[in-house]
Antibody
């Protein structure tokens, strides 16, 4: 069965960077794209960015452009999201989520990781 | 960027009631709309995509409709296990913004 398992919680100081991993299993990793979505405490969902594992295409929300780097390692079937220049506003649960259809750039997210809490505090 | 406006932001209904949530897009998104359910402390779950197509395994008590800028999500016969926050999300073009969510509670 499809599983996305994310790395554990992180505590970072303002100005630091964080790299969250998303280990996939149960399907052909290279055929799908991933989105990264975050949720600040008590708030709604915020779409951040998308990466295609099959052709390395990427899409970003403007507010994260230049601060977010997404990569996908096909040898370990793991996707990564790195966020730089952290501020307290980046404190949130970060989710990876897989596209519903292979070889598609439509953002229909039917498998989600369990979430990674990133806390930014001095 | 396309803005997604959900209403209401919260609602309280009785077991067995029909519940309706609306989502308005700031511009035409055709039928490129998802609906998700999120229970406290859990990741979201895709319920509906293409505005009206039920994801595999999702019970038919959930329904979606709409095209263009106005969309509706319905729960037929609300049950205690449906208590959650529901989000719409468009995927017409990036950024794929979510609505602000609708929290559904039992009266």
């Amino acid at each position: 069965q499809v599983q996305l398992v994310q790395s554990g919680p992180e505590v970072k100081k303002p100005g630091a960077s964080v790299k969250v991993s998303c280990k996939a299993s149960g399907y052909t990793f290279s055929s799908y794209g991933f989105s990264w979505v975050r949720q600040a405490p008590g708030q709604g969902l915020e779409w951040m960015a998308w990466i295609s594992v099959y052709n390395d295409d990427t899409k970003y929300a403007q507010k994260f452009q230049g601060r977010v780097t997404m990569t996908a390692d096909t040898s370990t079937e793991t996707a990564y999201m790195e966020l730089t220049g952290l501020t307290s506003d980046d404190t949130a649960v970060y989710y990876c989520a897989r596209d519903l259809f292979p070889f598609s750039s439509t953002c229909q997210l039917n498998y989600w990781g369990q979430g990674t809490l990133v806390t930014v505090s001095s | 960027d396309i803005q997604m406006t959900q209403s209401p932001s919260s609602l309280s209904a009785s077991v067995g009631d029909r519940v309706t949530i609306t989502c308005q897009a700031s511009q035409d998104i055709r039928n490129y709309l998802n609906w998700y359910q999120q229970k406290p402390g859990r990741a979201p779950k895709l319920l509906i995509y293409d505005a009206s197509t039920l994801e595999t395994g999702v019970p038919s008590k959930f329904s979606g409709s709409g095209f263009g800028t106005h969309f509706t999500f319905t729960i037929f016969s609300l049950q205690p296990e449906d208590i959650a926050t529901y989000y719409c999300q468009h995927y017409d073009n990036a950024p794929y913004t979510f609505g602000q969510g609708t929290k559904v509670e039992i009266k």
